[in-house]
């Protein structure tokens, strides 16, 4: 889909601070985090919703969330790792993975205050680049 911000950070378009990626799968952090290390996944197919995706490219987007939860697990001082896939942003498939410190982190509220505010691109490149050298 042309005008999908997600599509055309896929193409190189846009700048992301990529964690992970592969031929099905892109995985990088949020413009807008609620922690640091908040990452999305999304599949590189154009997909509206989550539900619509097929399952092997729905497995393959979970399976990409489950490693990149398990980084942040080991890799940060998070109590917990959640993920959430809520989709009114952005109408393309993508599962936010977010380093919990508390239970009210993964919330709305949270989301629009951002509790880091709004780094920038270098700061999240830094954190990326964390998460990608621990992924390996």
Do not use: W
């Not at 009114?88 to 993508?94: K, L």
């Amino acid at each position: 889909m042309e005008d999908c911000i997600f599509c055309k950070i896929i193409r190189g378009e846009i700048p992301a601070a990529k964690v992970y990626e592969d031929d099905n799968v892109l995985a990088f952090l949020d413009i807008h985090p609620v922690r640091e290390g908040h990452t999305l996944v999304i599949p590189k197919q154009h997909v509206s919703e989550f539900q619509e995706m097929e399952t092997p490219s729905y497995e393959k987007v979970m399976g990409a969330v489950k490693k990149i939860a398990k980084t942040l697990r080991k890799n940060t001082d998070a109590k917990r790792v959640g993920i959430s896939i809520i989709g009114f942003d952005v109408p393309h498939a993508h599962v936010h993975v977010i380093p919990l410190h508390e239970t009210d982190d993964i919330t709305s509220q949270r989301k629009i205050d951002g509790l880091l505010g709004n780094p920038t691109q270098e700061e999240r490149a830094e954190t990326a680049e964390k998460i990608r050298a621990a992924l390996s």
